[in-house]
């Protein structure tokens, strides 16, 4: 196809990792050269025509890497096709009406809206309580959310259809 795209990622326990993972493995079927790597080994996007940028979600906040990426290259970002996601809500159903509303990091938002990204989207995540520390067990008790794995595949599967759709319109 000719759009070589990164599909870059923070995460602290995995889940983000499996999400990106899953997002590159369609785009790849879709015929499109991908990198699935955390943002912390992307050192150049100039190879990169398209890019999908995601981080886990705690109280409302992308993984400081995560932020640190978008805004370091935001000029970049700029001249590329561009997508994010965020990925954390526990629980079944709509993840937007899982966070109340909540679609992106406010903190963030002026550095998206000068991109501008051609899609952002919320994903559930998943949460391993194994791994959890024993403030995080606290936290995650306090706003009573649901522990255990609320990732819905087909969702993914459908944005990244969805991006690759995309990709080949604009080939």
Do not use: C
């Not at 903190?107 to 995540?125: C, F, K, M, W």
Request: no cysteine.
């Amino acid at each position: 196809m000719g759009k070589k795209v990164l599909v870059a990622y923070a995460t602290k326990y995995g889940a983000t990792a499996k999400i990106a993972d899953k997002i590159g493995e369609v785009l790849v079927q879709a015929g499109f050269p991908t990198d699935v790597l955390p943002v912390s080994r992307v050192s150049d996007l100039n190879s990169y025509s398209a890019v999908v940028l995601g981080s886990a979600v705690y109280i409302g906040r992308w993984r400081k890497e995560a932020a640190r990426f978008l805004k370091a290259n935001e000029k970049v970002l700029a001249e590329r096709l561009v997508w994010l996601f965020s990925s954390g809500p526990t629980g079944k159903g709509d993840p937007v009406k899982l966070t109340n509303g909540w679609r992106f990091p406010k903190a963030l938002q002026s550095v998206a809206d000068r991109i501008p990204p051609r899609g952002v989207t919320v994903l559930n995540g998943a949460v391993d309580p194994a791994k959890l520390s024993g403030v995080e067990k606290w936290m995650i008790n306090k706003v009573n959310a649901p522990l255990g794995d609320s990732r819905d595949w087909d969702a993914v599967t459908s944005w990244a259809k969805a991006i690759a759709d995309e990709l080949k319109r604009e080939a």
